[in-house]
Nanobody, 119 residues
């Protein structure tokens, strides 16, 4: 079994910064990709950023130039540095890991962390 543990959410003023962390642990696995999604009540969960094992990144347009996804391979951890935060970034942020486990690809999700941008 694989667990994803997130941290780093909270309340921040507009223009501020936060860094989210997501650590994967558990059964033997290798990472195909890890990323972050977010969801607000009444809307579908949307992709924020993804980082593949090959180092490719993809960001949703609304966060380009403000958010940066990175990883620490030794710690099986992915980070999301969020700068110049806006009220519309308020959401529950979920970590996603697409992992090779026992020869097959599976998706795993974190528990979610609340990010609130408000003055």
């Amino acid at each position: 079994q694989v667990q994803l543990v997130e941290s780093g959410g909270g309340l921040v003023q507009p223009g501020g910064s936060l860094r989210l962390s997501c650590a994967a642990s558990g059964s033997r696995f290798s990472i195909n990709a890890m990323g972050w999604y977010r969801q607000v009540p009444g809307k579908q969960r949307e992709l924020v950023a993804v980082l593949t094992s090959g180092g490719r990144t993809n960001y949703t347009d609304s966060v380009k130039g403000r958010f940066t996804i990175s990883r620490d391979n030794a710690k099986n951890t992915v980070y999301l540095q969020m700068n110049s935060l806006k009220p519309e970034d308020t959401a529950v942020y979920y970590c996603n890991a697409n992992l090779w486990v026992y020869g097959g690809l599976s998706d795993y999700w974190g528990q979610g962390t609340q990010v609130t941008v408000s003055s």
